[in-house]
């Protein structure tokens, strides 16, 4: 069985977790081998189940390791954190959840512990679609000593200037406090960017979207700040809207992105 369920306990959340797992075709053959993970984060309204539901991504996964083009690693497909319909894998201001200190502190050193993985940032990435797009990017933004490389598929790649009045009066001020506050800067994926380009350590990033998406234009945006401040990145844009049949499609592209940072590492 090539995709199995974990539970696990987060104290950040002080809940009972799952997520999923899918294991390479050789994890069973050798009890000495080590792999590098990559955790797979899902969109709003969505669940862990959803990429292995909607995104066909057992397939692609075996397909793109059975080739080559993907080195056998092990994929974490998570929930949220699973408050409200989205919690953008953050710590929240109005103290409703802390969203990533359950990724970095309860699921990453959960798996590290019960599967055989290359614990290291150099053997550690992040993909997302929609909302984990943005959750791949801040997460690994934030924090370079976990994650190597992050991939976003039609991600909510968005800024606090951009957010509109009708966003805060949604969940979004609940979740970033001012929009004008350093709680919502250490937030906001043009200034974490900005901020990451300066220094040595900074995780490699892609990002691909539909040209027909409504996020479109936040992903133009990104791809221009990033070109202006000069921060290494691959952007992509192909035909299509924000729906499954596209984040299926484009997972491809997003986790070749990541191979080639796991080989850059090796080499």
């Known amino acids: ?57 057992e397939a692609t996964l075996y397909r793109m390791m059975r080739s080559g083009s993907l080195r056998e ?18 710590n929240w201001y109005d103290g409703s959840g802390r969203f ?24 550690r990435a992040v993909c997302g679609l929609s909302m984990g797009g943005y959750g791949a990017f ?16 039609a991600g909510a790649l968005t800024a606090t200037s951009q957010l509109t009045e009708d966003m805060l009066r949604t969940d979004v001020c609940r979740m970033i406090g001012p929009v004008q506050g350093p709680f919502a800067k250490e937030l906001d994926l043009h200034v974490l960017a900005a901020r990451r380009v300066k220094e040595e350590k900074k995780p490699a990033l892609h990002f691909n979207c539909g040209k027909s998406d409504y996020l479109y234009p936040l992903n133009v945006a990104y791809k221009s700040l990033l070109e202006q401040i000069r921060y290494p990145h ?28 796991f080989a850059a590492a090796a080499t």
């Open 1 to 57: 069985m090539s995709v199995q369920p974990f539970p696990f306990f987060s104290g950040a959340l002080f809940a009972r977790k799952v997520c999923h797992v899918y294991l390479p075709p050789s994890y069973h053959a050798s009890e000495d081998r080590r792999y590098p993970v990559i955790y797979l984060l899902h969109g709003l309204y969505g669940s862990e189940a959803h990429w292995l539901l909607k995104g066909q991504a």
């Open 73 to 90: 690693s092990i994929i974490v497909m998570p929930s949220d954190g699973g408050y409200g319909h989205g919690t953008f894998y953050v």
């Open 100 to 123: 990533e200190d359950y990724i970095l502190y309860d699921l990453i050193p959960a798996i590290d512990r019960e599967f055989r993985t290359i614990a290291s940032a150099e053997h």
């Open 138 to 153: 801040v997460l690994s933004l934030r924090n370079p000593d976990v994650f190597t490389a992050a991939s976003s598929i």
């Open 234 to 261: 691959e952007y992509m844009e192909f035909e299509g809207e924000h729906n499954w049949d596209y984040f299926g499609k484009h997972l491809t592209e997003a986790l070749d992105f990541i191979e080639r940072q």
